[in-house]
C-alpha cells in the first residue's frame, strides 16, 4: 500500500521561482526521505529528515516534518530549468521496507 | 549511478515466457531492493534482500521471484510473463536498514506482449 501521498501531482513554475510540494502519509514513522527522477533515470537520493526533527536544508532544499499532521513539505528556491523532474517522498514501513508515493512533476519554464 | 548496473536496460518479451533481470552492484552494500514503476503508482516493493540468500517478499510479489547468492547480484525472475508485468523495473541499494538513502539503478523497460 501506498503510504505516502504528494499533492500537488504537478506543479509549473517559472525559472527563479520557488516551488513547494507537500507529502501526507497515514502511520508513524522514523524518517522519511525526498527523491528525485529525472526523465527516463533511477531516483536520486535528495533529503533524509528523522522524525524527531522539523526541519532540515541541503543547499536550495528546505524539507519540513510535521509528525502531529503526519505531513512533510519539500521547498526548492530559486528553480532552475534543471530541477525539473518528479519528486517523491519515501517513508520507512517497517525495518527494510520504504514506501513511495506517487510524485509530483515539476515544471521549470525558462 | 552509484555502481550499480541493470541488465538488460529494454526487454520485450511475450505472455508465457519466463523472464530475469539483473541487478549488480560494486558498493558491497547489505540492502537490495527491487521496485516497479508505474503511471499513478509510484514505487511499489517487489521483493528485497537484507543478505546473501536472505530475501523476502514486499507489497506486489505475485508472480516474482528473486535470489541472491552472492552480496553484488540480486537476481528478479517473472516465472510466467504477463502483460501486467509490463513495467520499468528498478533495483536499489542501501548500507543501512529501513531504506535509507537508497542508490537506485538506471531501471529496465519491460514490455510484455
Known amino acids: 500500500s501506498q503510504q505516502g501521498e504528494e499533492d500537488p501531482q504537478a506543479l509549473s513554475i517559472q525559472e527563479g521561482e520557488n516551488a513547494t510540494m507537500n507529502c501526507s502519509y497515514k502511520?508513524?514513522?522514523?524518517?522519511l526521505q525526498w527523491y528525485r527522477q529525472n526523465s527516463g533515470r533511477g531516483l536520486v537520493h535528495l533529503i533524509l529528515?528523522?522524525?524527531?526533527?522539523r526541519e532540515k536544508h541541503s543547499g536550495r532544499l528546505r524539507v519540513t516534518l510535521d509528525t502531529s499532521k503526519k505531513s512533510s513539505s519539500l521547498l526548492i528556491t530559486a528553480s532552475r530549468a534543471a530541477d525539473t523532474a518528479s519528486y517523491f517522498c519515501?517513508?520507512?514501513?517497517?525495518?527494510?521496507?520504504?514506501?513511495f508515493g506517487a510524485g509530483t512533476t515539476v515544471t521549470v519554464r525558462a | 549511478d552509484a555502481g550499480i548496473t541493470q541488465s538488460p536496460r529494454h526487454k520485450v518479451t511475450e505472455t508465457g515466457t519466463p523472464v530475469t533481470l539483473r541487478c549488480h552492484q560494486t558498493?558491497?552494500?547489505?540492502?537490495m531492493y527491487w521496485y516497479r514503476q508505474d503511471p499513478g503508482h509510484g514505487l511499489r516493493l517487489i521483493h528485497y534482500?537484507?543478505?546473501?540468500?536472505?530475501?523476502d517478499k514486499g507489497e506486489v510479489s505475485d508472480g516474482y521471484s528473486v535470489s541472491r547468492s552472492k552480496t553484488e547480484d540480486f537476481l528478479l525472475t517473472l516465472e510466467s510473463a504477463t502483460s501486467s508485468q509490463t513495467s520499468v523495473y528498478f533495483c536499489?541499494?542501501?548500507?543501512?536498514?529501513?531504506?535509507?538513502?537508497?542508490?537506485f539503478g538506471s531501471g529496465t523497460q519491460l514490455s510484455v506482449l
Open positions: 536499489a541499494i542501501s548500507e543501512e536498514p529501513g531504506g535509507e538513502k537508497l542508490f
Open positions: 502511520t508513524s514513522i522514523n524518517n
Open positions: 529528515i528523522r522524525s524527531n526533527e
Open positions: 519515501a517513508t520507512d514501513e517497517d525495518d527494510y521496507k520504504l514506501s
Open positions: 558498493e558491497n552494500h547489505r540492502y
Open positions: 534482500s537484507y543478505g546473501v540468500k536472505d530475501t
